[in-house]
């Protein structure tokens, strides 16, 4: 396997059994065999790839207001992209519950970054296609958000849809840890969500318990929850929602 038309390396060796590989969105992989007989015979190594992919996840952003989210850990290439001619970025300090800007040249806020779990206002004057690259989150396990008193802006660190269960995603305070519902009924968090469509905000909840409102987070997407104390606010992985 190549990256970005580098030189091949050995990914693994296998024997017929299928082969998963998870990439980072915006990378160029050349995929290449190299065949071993019974005796150890190796076949000669590749000089070009048999298969080109490239792994990405281009945004289309509106003219206009939106409220997003990095489910990427970018790097400053990707960061660089995502501050576009004719842009603005303002990121929640939800310690201090006050907004930090930032500008074309300036590069995003350097308390936020982008982080994965966290959101991000952007304002475009045309429409905009981004390249976002970088590592993801690890889908097989949860992700934890440290959330402050007051209102905070986060956003789904997942590159796939994370139903909102009251019963799923937890609270944690110290070494207790709890689901979003008891967290609510103690008076530590709200339980529901407030996302933005592009044009007003959108409730967020649980299907089981509300209809004909939104009950995902959706990936790339930014959402305002209420805090009553200082927590961590914990995800489970896309996987883990039955």
Do not use: C
């Not at 952003?61 to 660089?80: A, H, K, M, N």
């Not at 997942?158 to 110290?174: A, I």
């Not at 967290?183 to 339980?191: I, N, T």
Request: aromatic share 10%; net charge negative.
């Amino acid at each position: 396997m190549s990256k970005n038309g580098g030189p091949f390396e050995i990914f693994e060796t296998t024997s017929g059994a299928p082969l998963w590989f998870q990439g980072q969105p915006g990378v160029t992989y050349g995929l290449a065999t190299q065949g071993i007989d019974l005796l150890g015979n190796t076949e000669a190594a590749p000089s070009q790839p048999d298969v080109v992919v490239t792994i990405g996840q281009t945004l289309l952003f509106e003219p206009g207001l939106q409220l997003v989210g990095i489910p990427v850990l970018t790097g400053e290439d990707s960061r660089d992209r995502l501050v576009v001619s004719g842009s603005t970025w303002s990121g929640w300090d939800a310690s201090e519950q006050k907004y930090l800007s930032g500008k074309l040249g300036a590069g995003l806020p350097a308390e936020l970054d982008g982080r994965p779990g966290y959101g991000l206002w952007a304002r475009f004057e045309n429409r905009a296609k981004v390249m976002i690259t970088g590592q993801p989150v690890p889908h097989d396990r949860p992700y934890a958000i440290d959330l402050h008193a007051g209102w905070n802006l986060i956003s789904n660190p997942f590159t796939s849809v994370m139903p909102w269960s009251v019963d799923k995603v937890k609270v944690r305070v110290g070494g207790q840890e709890v689901a979003v519902r008891e967290a609510q009924e103690l008076g530590w968090v709200e339980d529901f969500l407030w996302g933005w469509n592009g044009e007003t905000y959108e409730m967020v909840y649980d299907s089981r318990a509300a209809s004909g409102i939104a009950s995902s987070l959706e990936p790339f997407r930014g959402y305002w929850m209420e805090a009553h104390r200082d927590l961590t606010l914990v995800l489970p992985p896309p996987g883990n929602q039955d």
